[in-house]
DNA sequence: CGATTACTTTGATCCAGATCAATAAGGGAC
DNA sequence: GTCCCTTATTGATCTGGATCAAAGTAATCG
């Protein structure tokens, strides 16, 4: 993960003009971008928009953590997406949202007007390659996940929302010296259940489990310690080798 | 779903030519297209490739059925699409797969090798315009089934799986006069069970219970009919209005 | 045509995770 | 500090779907 610094302030905050995007664009592409980019911010909790709303914008998070979930007729709710810092929010050619967006901490977005957006994508190659890429990489991580839902254990599928999490926050500090991680959980047990397709009973248990085999440990109830990455990864269920991009 | 008939023959073979791109394709776009096109035809049950393998070309289907499976250490799989006619496979700018293609049905694919492909991409915006809006579909699709997943009960799992197919086939046929439908199941018990994340057995049961109830009506294994939509929609748990795409 | 093989249905039992219910531990605000 | 409120843990019980086991039904092939 090389990010150029063609103009590094802005590089480090706002997405779609990361990596690759910042290597090959133009300049006035760039500036084009700019002059319809801006930024907004959200409290933990707060929704982003409802399922079924108009998004009159499209938008990559900048910091924090946003939750894509879906309700049935009934209330039951599954979680169908985590955005983490990067991600990209909402689709050109589309208006209308299919699920909830909520802010799970404080989030920022960078977000930019549709409809300059959609006539800039029409124009630019790189930035529309650009969010192919983005997208791909998304559709990669939800695949990844269906697998999680669909054939693991409860304990698996806490062992790899863990294990994704430790991997996308370590990368960031990218301060994993060996195979020890020390990070915070930035969901709460309910969340986490939502995410998983369990109950939150189910989470704290196996939690409480996985902590008891000291394959992890807490210190309050968010952060963890995680004394050897490779014990958590042999209980995630996956190959050894070619386990969970997300 | 309109389709323009800009060159109808071809049109109705290669899904990345289709609609969006016909219709604003500068003709020698799609004459470059063309130039790097192929047709490849595999049996039911063949392997396209596999997890881990090098994929040198991206490709959409023209007939038939493939699945996306993953498969853990211990042998469980779970299937992570299902790509349907006009759908895409494979990903610019990756060489890699990272899970099992397998054709369910007789299959024909329309590929495209891999560099050709991707300079044509960086070119064109109207091609890589249609392939993010192809790629939003299918993560769209791809979250739509997280929910399935993680929150359904067998029962709606199986009533939701139909549904989906019959609107992707009655669609084809657009003969849905009223609220009935009538088609063949593309799938075994076992492919389903693979796509729902179940046990084939549990699939039998349900599928027989739905019939008993007079939700669906077989005749044979494979043939379908459904008296009424709606009585089938209202067994997949899903809002009256804003459910499945896909 | 019967034989072999693959797919499907149905039954009996078991168990992982849901559900119901209570208690404990943080974490502000005053 | 105490009070209130949200979040987390732990226990007891129940149940939907898995698992194990056995027929039943198509499809394919010599």
């Known amino acids: 993960m090389d990010i150029p610094t063609f103009n590094s302030r802005d590089c480090g905050t706002c997405p779609i003009r990361h990596r690759a995007v910042c290597a090959r664009c133009e300049p006035d592409e760039l500036l084009e971008l700019d002059k319809i980019k801006y930024y907004r911010n ?5 929704p982003v928009v409802w399922s079924g709303d108009q998004l009159d914008f499209v938008a990559s998070v900048v910091t924090g953590i946003a939750a894509l979930t879906q309700t049935m007729e009934d209330g039951r709710t599954q979680m169908v997406g985590l955005l983490l810092p990067s991600d990209f929010l909402g689709r050109p050619g589309r208006e209308i949202t299919p699920f909830d967006v909520t802010a799970v901490s404080d989030l920022t977005l960078c977000c930019f007007r549709r409809r300059p957006f959609e006539k800039l994508l029409s124009l630019t190659p790189n930035v529309s390659q650009r969010l192919l890429e983005m997208t791909l990489d998304e559709l990669d991580a939800a695949r990844e996940w269906m697998l999680v839902l669909g054939r693991k254990t409860a304990r698996e599928k806490i062992a790899s929302l863990i294990a994704i999490i430790a ?11 060996e195979n020890a991680a020390r990070f915070e959980l930035p969901l709460t047990r309910e ?16 939690i409480s489990a996985l902590k008891r085999d000291g394959v ?3 210190m309050g109830n968010r952060q963890v310690h995680i004394p050897d990455f490779r014990v958590l990864l042999s209980e995630t269920g996956d190959d050894a080798d070619g386990g969970m991009p997300a």
């Open 167 to 177: 991997r996308r926050e370590s990368k960031l500090q990218s301060s994993q010296a």
């Open 191 to 206: 969340a986490m259940a939502d995410y998983l397709g369990l109950t939150l009973e189910t989470v704290s248990r196996q």
């Open 42 to 46: 959200y409290e933990a909790g707060q």
């Open 216 to 218: 992890i440990e807490l």
